[in-house]
């Protein structure tokens, strides 16, 4: 074999194992903590029924379909608990630094996370993409600023500001794309029940039709009926 053409394979051997490793770092390092926002601070046990709420903040469907879930939670109290996480959707031009604002308001106040969330299903019109068509990205970020100090808190308002600015809040937000996306989830809202997606995946589910699933899990658990398992299988 030729001198030079063999220098060149080593090379690029090199350079493939480089990339590796590279990948390596930039890939396999899972996030330091489960994605998601667990709702009252109720993570739930190993017996209660884990509910994974996949959200867009400004979502009219996501909206539409949070009141029944609130009152079915209020309803079961510990014998549900809540995840939800977030999957902005690229055709909302602002879903993305909407729920960049959420994680920065759960940095700062843990307990405003579900506030402000709340609040982008009342008022979500103003980030939609017809009302936010002639601002900038800047002013958009700077009405997002303002808007999420409402249910932070005024102090907050620098500290909103420059988790803006902050990587870190910017990656959170990816990994939480990331994860929506690794699930199989495409649209909003999504429900999976104990890990399982419910099936009429983008659509409101109403409160009836969460005690219908949720009762049935319940009498499932106490060995009463096997109608569950036909529902997924
Ligand atoms: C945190 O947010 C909650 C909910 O909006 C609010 O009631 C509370 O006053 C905030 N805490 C602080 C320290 O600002
Ligand atoms: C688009 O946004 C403008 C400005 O906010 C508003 O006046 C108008 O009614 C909106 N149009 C539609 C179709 O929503
Ligand atoms: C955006 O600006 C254009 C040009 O000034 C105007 O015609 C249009 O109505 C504006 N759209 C909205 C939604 O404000």
Same mark, same amino acid.
């Given at each position: 074999?030729?001198?030079?053409q063999?220098a060149? $394979?080593?090379l690029?051997?090199?350079?493939l194992?480089s #990339?590796?490793?590279?990948? $390596? ?9 489960y994605?998601?926002? +667990?709702y009252?601070d ?6 209660s029924? $884990?509910? =994974?709420a996949?959200?867009?903040? +400004?979502?009219?469907d996501?909206?539409?379909?949070w ?5 079915? $939670?209020?309803?079961y109290g510990?014998?549900?608990? #809540? ?9 909302h031009d602002n ?8 994680h920065?308001?759960?940095l700062l106040?843990t307990?405003s996370?579900?506030?402000?969330l !709340?609040?982008f299903? !009342? ?8 009302e936010t068509?002639?601002?900038?990205r800047?002013?958009?970020?700077? =009405?997002m600023?303002?808007?999420a ?7 907050y308002?620098?500290?909103? !500001? ?9 990656l959170?937000?990816r ?23 419910l ?5 409101? *589910?109403?409160?009836?039709?969460w005690?219908?699933? *949720?009762?049935? #899990? ?6 009463k009926? !096997?109608e569950?398992?036909h529902?997924?299988l």
């Open positions: 074999m030729p001198r030079p063999f060149t $394979l080593i690029s051997f090199f350079c194992i #990339l590796f490793s590279w990948t $390596l770092h930039a890939q396999t390092l899972p996030p330091a903590r994605d998601g926002f +667990v009252q109720r993570p739930g046990d190993a017996d029924i $884990l509910i =994974e996949f959200y867009d903040p +400004v979502c009219p996501s909206r539409d379909s009141p029944p879930l609130k009152q079915a $939670l209020r309803y510990s014998r549900t608990s #809540l995840v939800v996480h977030l999957l902005p959707l690229p055709y879903a993305f630094v909407a729920s960049r604002a959420l920065i308001a759960n106040n307990s996370t579900f506030p402000l !709340e609040q299903y !009342e008022h979500q019109e103003r980030f939609y993409n017809n068509h002639n601002l900038s800047a002013s958009v970020v700077k =009405e600023v303002k808007f100090t409402e249910a932070v808190g005024n102090s308002y620098s500290a909103i !500001e420059s988790g803006f600015n902050d990587r870190k809040t910017d959170k937000t990994v939480s794309f990331k994860y929506s996306t690794s699930r199989g989830v495409f649209g909003t809202p999504t429900f999976y029940v104990n890990g399982f997606a099936p009429d995946t983008g659509s409101t *589910i109403d409160y009836n039709g005690r219908r699933i *949720i009762d049935l #899990l319940i009498k499932a658990k106490k060995g009926s !096997e569950t398992m529902f997924l």
